[in-house]
Structures are given as structure tokens and as C-alpha cells.
């Protein structure tokens, strides 16, 4: 299948600082990828839908000044955390789907997850 | 308000057990049901179904989907304590490539 990376695995920083995670297509383009976020115990919420080249599409209740999105080339989108919080600690997931294998039906593809703790 | 329920939430069993998870869903312009297994990290793909019926396999697991009743399950037969993991169902929704999932079955299978 479809190979999805995520950097980094795990990111620890202090409260008002930003964090960029990066999510990588690495087979394949994707031009749209997916990002979740999970929190212990729960399952994954989709927080928005990053576009190759547009503005991302964000869920009812998720800040987009807060959580930036750009999806600057076929094969990557970055998240920012601008001006964490201990409340945005979580488990940050991206996806991709490989339309030329998905027959047109969404196969996501997960990236392995960036679990950020924020002091 | 889409909703996709998994039962049980979760399941303790010895291995060689089957195991029988469930979902149910309430999506408008459904497209297809996916079953992922996520360990420590990220999920990772079992399963797609669009097609009510026609049951999926691999290994000693399998799935199959009814579109009128709404639900779908996944078999998984003679576990194994590899299969401890939690089992998400989700669902694509049409004219989006939105997934709605479920909030997961905890699977622990003992030796």
C-alpha cells in the first residue's frame, strides 16, 4: 500500500511556542491529505482537509488561525500549532489518499502519528 | 448528525477465540464502510466495503456489510495475541472524501 511519513514522531514544547508537523506522501501525489487528531481513549477527529495549491477546509470548532494548514506540493502538507496549549496535547494523525490505486473510493492511508505534549 | 457506533467498546478473550466486532452507522450519502486496526501508532488498512453482502477476507479475518440493516462486522478467527489492537470502523461519506469514525473496540487477546 500507499506509504504516508509524518515529522516528527513526537514533539515535546512550551506553552505559547508553534509546532510544524510535516506529512509526506512518499510514493505517491496526493492532492488531498487529511488531518486528525486523537486524544487518549478516543477516536480520530477530523480537524480539516488540506488542498494541494488552495486553502484548507476546516471542521465546525477547529480554529483555522490556530492550527494552520499548507499543502504546498503534491506530496506534503504541514500542520502549525500557533501559540500552544497544554489543551492542544494530543496525537496528530495526517492521511492521504493514492487516487490512482483507491479506484475512486477514499483508502486512506495513515502516516504513523506526531504526539505532541504541550508544558 | 453522522454517527458511527462500534460495540462492544471492549473485549477481553484467550487466544483461538473468535471474535466478532460490530458497527453500526447513521451517515447520509454513504459510500463505504473501512475497517482499520491501530496499535501504538497510526491505523493501519483492513478492510473497504461498498457492497452489501459480499464478504471481505484475509487471513483470519473478514467483514461483510449490510447496507439495509446498517452495520457491517469483522470477524476474526483463532486469535492471536498480535491481534491486541483497537479495531476503528469508519465511514466515507459521498461527494466528500470524509471519514466519520467510530470510537474504536479494544481488542485484548491473552495467551
Known amino acids: 500500500g500507499a506509504v504516508v511519513s509524518q515529522h516528527p514522531s513526537r514533539v515535546i514544547c512550551k506553552s505559547g511556542t508553534s509546532v510544524k508537523i510535516e506529512c509526506r506522501s512518499l510514493d505517491f501525489q496526493a492532492t488531498t491529505m487529511f488531518w486528525y487528531r486523537q486524544f487518549p481513549k478516543q477516536s480520530l477527529m477530523l480537524m480539516a482537509t488540506?488542498?494541494?495549491?488552495?486553502?484548507?477546509?476546516?471542521e465546525q470548532g477547529v480554529e483555522k488561525d490556530k492550527f494552520l494548514i499548507n499543502h504546498a506540493s503534491l506530496t506534503l502538507s504541514t500542520l502549525t500549532v500557533t501559540s500552544a496549549h497544554p489543551e492542544d496535547s494530543s496525537f496528530y494523525i495526517c492521511?492521504?489518499?493514492?487516487?490512482?490505486?483507491?479506484?475512486?473510493?477514499?483508502?486512506?492511508?495513515f502516516g504513523p502519528g506526531t504526539r505532541l505534549t504541550v508544558l | 448528525e453522522d454517527k458511527v457506533v462500534q460495540s462492544p467498546l471492549s473485549l477481553v478473550v484467550h487466544e483461538g477465540d473468535t471474535v466478532t466486532l460490530n458497527c453500526s452507522y447513521e451517515v447520509t450519502n454513504f459510500r463505504s464502510l473501512l475497517w482499520y486496526k491501530q496499535e501504538k501508532k497510526a491505523p493501519t488498512f483492513l478492510f473497504m466495503l461498498t457492497s452489501s453482502g459480499i464478504e471481505k477476507k484475509s487471513g483470519r479475518l473478514s467483514s461483510i456489510l449490510d447496507k439495509k440493516e446498517l452495520f457491517s462486522i469483522l470477524n476474526i478467527t483463532a486469535t492471536q495475541t498480535g491481534d491486541s489492537a483497537v479495531y476503528l470502523c469508519a465511514v466515507e461519506k459521498g461527494g466528500s472524501e470524509k471519514l466519520v469514525f467510530g470510537k474504536g473496540t479494544k481488542l485484548t487477546v491473552n495467551p
Open positions: 492521511s492521504a489518499r493514492d487516487p490512482l490505486t483507491s479506484g475512486g473510493y477514499n483508502e486512506q492511508f
Open positions: 488540506s488542498n494541494e495549491g488552495s486553502k484548507a477546509t476546516y
